[in-house]
């Protein structure tokens, strides 16, 4: 069963950065297409941003999501961040558990950023 655990959340003040992590650790065949998530109190959950297997860090606005695939795992480098980017972050990936099977979304725990003065 694949696990996926994020870091790296916290309490920032605004204009700060975080780099938020996940790691896929397991048992599976393949990971495919990688991202980020998040979810404001009151709100439905959001794409962040998502990256496919090999693709370079894409920016998006103050976001670059990255991923290293020999390392199973995904990052959200998150710059000038302001009180409306408080969320909990949710990892999401696509896995192959076995070859041979359809993949499937798996979450992360989510990890929580707060951007407060």
């Known amino acids: 069963q694949p696990r996926l655990v994020e870091s790296g959340g916290g309490l920032v003040q605004p204009g700060q950065s975080l780099r938020l992590s996940c790691v896929v650790s397991?048992?599976?065949?393949?990971?495919?297409?990688m991202g980020w998530y998040r979810q404001a109190p009151g709100k439905q959950r959001e794409l962040v941003a998502t990256?496919?297997?090999g693709a370079p860090a894409t920016v998006n606005g103050r976001f670059t999501i990255s991923r290293d695939d020999a390392e199973n795992a995904v990052y959200l480098q998150m710059n000038r961040l302001e009180p409306e980017d408080t969320a909990v972050y949710y990892c999401?990936?696509?896995?192959?558990?076995?070859?041979?099977?359809?993949?499937?979304?798996?979450w992360g725990q989510g990890t929580l950023v707060t951007v407060s003065s």
């Open positions: 397991g048992s599976f065949a393949a990971i495919y297409d």
């Open positions: 990256l496919a297997r």
């Open positions: 999401n990936a696509d896995i192959r558990r076995v070859w041979g099977r359809a993949s499937r979304n798996y």
